[in-house]
């Protein structure tokens, strides 16, 4: 039973660039894969909850998509959902870093960061691919430009650093009750990883501009008890001409992707499923706001 007393619960915000490690990060924290990874930069479109429980705290993680400037509709939806958490979610905001000088979109995010009252934790991420003295330089720049209330040399990929920089988010947290019952690992249903497991094999898969140009959604999720679930995701592009790209020669790259989505969705769920793919075609749906909100891209 957890102790009433003293008890901390509240939202951390992992904000940064795209590809910075944020959604490698969460997953570390969160003990599991619940985030979709992929070396690609901007995998991740909305905001996910992962929720870890303590015996004294409840640590509600919050990952964001990279800070951008915005080229469409739904890069734009994505910007609203960074905003929206770090000045009205967050009560300690994570700021993670590649182990690089910060450019154009770093700056710009500590702008805005700097102008909050809610402590900035700093994370220069993928220490395992710099030296010590190099990331620290990096780190003392960050903490220049934003006066963090702790910073940190972190590798979401190995786990280095990253017990310590949990122990400062918890601390960061204020007093007070559970947000959600104990147990409950996210606010998503079961149905929305579906698609999310399929888009993020999609960005493992294919090349170019394909990822990008692709939604899935969740069409039907039918659990069976003796029999393997029934899944439909149909995965959208915006050409005719990606179809064809989409399927590849004798359809070996749509089975490529089934069966790599099947099997997360499966490892996911801890059982057997039987997932069918659909391909259609939703002409330049990242612009159109009508077809943003059907896929559930509304912001």
């Not at 619940?34 to 995998?43: D, G, I």
């Not at 004798?250 to 790599?260: P, V």
């Not at 499923?273 to 159109?288: G, T």
Request: hydrophobic share 40%; glycine share 6%.
């Amino acid at each position: 039973m957890r102790d009433a007393k003293g008890f901390r619960s509240g939202f951390a915000v992992l904000a940064g660039a795209p590809n910075a490690g944020k959604s490698t990060l969460m997953n570390r924290l969160a003990g599991g894969s619940l985030a979709v990874v992929s070396p690609k930069p901007q995998t991740t479109r909305e905001n996910l909850l992962a929720i870890c429980d303590g015996e004294d705290h409840q640590l509600v993680l919050l990952d964001t998509p990279g800070f951008l400037t915005p080229k469409y509709k739904l890069q734009e939806l994505m910007l609203s959902s960074i905003n929206r958490a770090v000045r009205d979610d967050a009560d300690v905001i994570c700021f993670v870093a590649e182990p690089f000088q910060p450019g154009d979109k770093e700056r710009a995010l500590a702008d805005i960061l700097a102008k909050l009252k809610t402590p900035v934790i700093i994370a220069v991420n993928k220490s395992d691919t710099i030296s010590r003295e190099a990331a620290g330089k990096i780190l003392n720049e960050y903490k220049r430009m934003l006066s963090p209330k702790a910073a940190y040399i972190i590798s979401a990929k190995r786990g280095d650093g990253v017990e310590e920089l949990r122990k400062t988010l918890i601390a960061a947290l204020p007093v007070g009750d559970a947000y959600f019952p104990a147990g409950q690992w996210t606010d998503r249903w079961e149905r929305h990883f579906a698609s999310e497991f399929v888009r993020e094999q999609l960005f493992t898969l294919y090349d170019k501009e394909i990822p990008y140009s692709c939604a899935a959604v969740t069409e039907s999720f039918q659990e069976n008890k003796t029999s393997p679930d029934c899944v439909r995701v149909a995965v959208y592009v915006e050409k005719d001409s990606q179809k064809p790209i989409l399927i590849g020669h004798g359809g070996s790259m749509i089975k490529k992707l089934r069966e790599a989505a099947q099997k997360r969705l499966e490892d996911f769920l801890g059982r057997k499923v039987r997932l069918e793919l659909i391909i259609k075609v939703a002409k330049n749906w990242r612009s159109d706001s009508s077809r943003l909100k059907e896929f559930g891209y509304d912001g």
